[in-house]
């Protein structure tokens, strides 16, 4: 299956002044695969480490000196292959669990800056908030999200039609092979064991136990990484967030965690979970006509959002008949199962969201470029948004977008994008109102 961060890899292998990469993500969202994978087609030989379980020798090589000649010259006696600088691919996987390569990092840079070295951890978010000794500086950093919709349609084969849309993004010709694939997607989600697996065999009992799994490892981490009382509040804020999606609030409750919780107790728990990539945040935000929207956050004020819209379904316990009902869905939780898939889509922007006057909320705001673009979020063919209407009189953004079931198309400063045509957004942003208008 092809990632987009695959071009990604490739720039920084033949970026100058390149320097030892970190490659973040949760857990399972298919890290290592990439890195083998970028290994394979890039270099002549790949050197892999796994640091999950690691063999008394790795450790005493960490325990000592990590100047980066001895480093080498070890791995290649281990390994029984020679490292060459120029055509071997160095991985250091789930470094997190020594922390002393993710120091080591430092002096490969420094002193020898010509060798490929990457690394990646499932949870090196919380260690990088910890008291080690970190190459601030010294490294460049890329993040794996789950599969986005794009990368769904294209494991299914789908890359001519995502080509033929992003040059005529208001053709509907593909509209019924789209929204079945929409609905496939909201159920199965972007998590590549479980995509792969509904590839090869269409079934959904198989995909329910892998997430199933997904989500168990994920709750074994947070036993394994942090002490008694941190772990069960970590749990409590996990489980509740199906609940926490199922009431229209305007901000996160600690309420519904359990009665009588307060943000003290539960601050890291949230932190915890954000760093290890398995809740997404978003902050409310002011005011909607001023950069940068960072500067206008109201910190006490926020949404928890789920890594994974298919982990979230099957969290919630949304069952297929549901999803396969092309309206039903969007009936449970307010349509905020529509708001996880497009959060998700949007994953490598930094969105907020705005309330008003009047009980207004507008579902995301952020900043494209110098603008800010307003973002409603509606979960059928039903459009009128109050909200929006509210913050664009008030704020008169140059252009607002409206995520829906209806077909895509430019009504003067307001665009809407069917939900299934979410990966065309950009390029619609991207051209001239004379080419979009239709």
Known sequence: MERKLMSELIKWKDRSGRKPLLLEGARQVGKTWLL?????????NVAYINFQNPSQEIIDLFSGSIEPKRIITTLELLLNMKISPSETLLIFDEAQEVPRVL?????????????HIATAGSLLGIFLHRDISFPVGKVN???????????????NERENIVTFLKSNPFETTFNEVLSDLFKQYLYIGGMPEVVADWIENKDVIKANEIQREILSNYRKD???????????????????????????????????????????????????????????RTNRVNRGDKIPLKSYVDITAFKLYFVDVGLFR??????????????????????????????QQLSKHTLFYWTGSEESEVDFVMQYHSDIVPIEVKSGTNVKAKSLKIFREKYTPKISVRFSLKNTRLDNDLLNISLFSVFLYENILDCSSEKCVK
């Open 314 to 343: 099957h969290l919630a316990e949304i069952p297929f008949e549901v999803i396969a009902d092309k309206t039903a869905i969007f009936d449970e939780f307010n349509g905020l199962v529509a708001e996880q898939f497009v959060l």
């Open 141 to 155: 950093t890329l993040k794996l999200e789950p599969m986005d919709f794009e990368e769904f349609l294209w494991a």
């Open 103 to 115: 120091t080591s990092l430092k002096y490969f840079c420094e002193d020898a800056p010509e060798y």
């Open 222 to 280: 947070f036993i394994k990484h942090t002490d008694n009382t941190t772990a069960v509040r970590i749990r409590q804020v996990f489980d509740s967030l199906p609940v926490q999606f199922a009431k229209n609030n305007d901000k996160f409750l600690y309420g519904t965690i359990k009665s009588g919780a307060r943000a003290r107790e539960y601050e890291m728990a949230i932190e915890w979970l954000i760093d290890a990539g398995i809740v997404r």
């Open 36 to 44: 083998k994978e970028f290994g394979k087609r890039c270099f002549k």
